[in-house]
């Protein structure tokens, strides 16, 4: 079908003297679905047909955020913990690690000459320069409503054209200066992971522009936690850069890691629970027969399959951490299940 304009605006209505604000550019119906008559039964008839369709589709979505959820709580408990490494090194200044090889720890006064950040040019090893405008920024959005025509209900998409301020970042600059530790290593920190007390150098804020600078200033030392080959560090497992006392990077890196650990539980216990209770599909169709009764009894089932949900983490994550002792146990059970078999020959067992 052609498409047609609902609410065509012209878009010379708002001056650049009006305040930004978010407006319909334009709106049109872009296709036209008939769904049946518009008469009580056939639309009862639609819902349930609709009802049906989505708690199987429910089944197979369920089946996937199950499997999904054996994923991720085995990536719980093997993730890389760099925490742990980077504790078992020792402090080593530039002139104790020069000529050594292997993953190593230094920590040391940074020799080489520092650069000059933007605005005000001020002396740092390492700045982030971040610039943002407040646009008229447009987008499209397409949503659906159902109208009656000619006694058939109809589904339209429409499209919109919206427009509404947004900030857009100009500019996102990042630069090291050339980094040399005690005048002994040199370090390429750029595939580092950046362990950073940033020290904010320059700030601006109108009402159209922002513009904000942090830098990492000359003043202190750096620690470099990588594998240094011929007097340099260009990577390692783990590859870390750091302003950051010793003491303060490793704890650091625990908090990271303990918050990563614990947003993979809560992924685990809801997508099972959740999928669980989407598996439910066929149980759920007759839950939503019964006008009030099936609203309690929907929830009640839900907060049960969270609750399993959960069971399924702590026991899941035993498992994983503590494999040998269940391997030991279903050995000893089945050493104890032949003893059994040999004492009591069959027909003898009491």
């Not at 980094?179 to 804020?205: C, F, H, M, R």
Request: proline share 4%; with cysteine.
């Amino acid at each position: 079908m052609d498409e047609q304009n609902i609410n065509p605006i012209n878009q010379g209505e708002q001056s650049s003297e009006q305040p930004m604000q978010e407006r319909v550019v334009s709106e049109k119906v872009v296709s036209e679905k008939v769904l049946g008559s518009s008469n009580s039964i056939a639309r009862f008839g639609r819902q349930i047909k609709s009802t049906i369709g989505g708690r199987i589709g429910g089944v197979f979505i369920g089946l996937i955020l199950i499997l999904v959820s054996f994923y991720i709580v085995w990536k719980s408990e093997s993730f890389d913990r760099s925490s742990a490494v980077v504790n078992t090194l020792p402090v080593l200044s530039a002139e104790q690690a020069a000529g050594s090889g292997g993953l190593i720890k230094v920590q040391d006064n940074v020799t080489s000459a520092p650069i000059k950040a933007p605005k005000e040019g001020k002396d740092v090893l390492y700045y982030q320069y971040i610039r943002q405008e407040l646009e008229m920024v447009k987008r499209t959005e397409t949503e659906t409503q159902i109208i009656e025509k000619d006694g058939q209900d109809v589904e339209q998409t429409i499209e919109k054209e919206v427009e509404s301020p947004e900030w857009v970042t100009k500019i996102d600059e990042k630069k090291w200066a050339p980094i040399t530790l005690g005048g002994k290593i040199t370090v390429n920190p750029e595939e580092a992971n950046q362990v950073l007390d940033l020290a904010n150098i320059y700030e601006l804020s109108e009402e159209k522009v922002k513009e904000n600078i942090e830098a990492v200033l000359p003043d202190g030392q750096l620690l470099v936690v990588g594998e240094i080959v011929n007097n340099k560090i260009e990577g390692g497992d783990p590859f870390i850069v750091s302003n950051k006392s010793n003491e303060k990077l490793i704890e650091s890196l625990v908090s990271s890691e303990k918050f990563i650990w614990w947003l993979l539980k809560i992924l685990t216990f809801v997508l099972f629970g959740g999928g669980l209770y989407l598996l439910l599909g066929p149980f759920l169709l007759i839950l939503d027969a019964i006008p009030v009764l099936g609203k309690i009894g929907k929830g009640g089932l839900f907060i049960v399959c969270l609750l399993i949900g959960l069971l399924f983490t702590l026991l899941s994550s035993l498992l994983i951490h503590f494999w040998y002792l269940f391997l030991g146990l279903l050995i000893l059970l089945f050493v104890y299940l032949i003893y059994l078999k040999k004492k009591f020959p069959k027909g003898q067992v009491k």
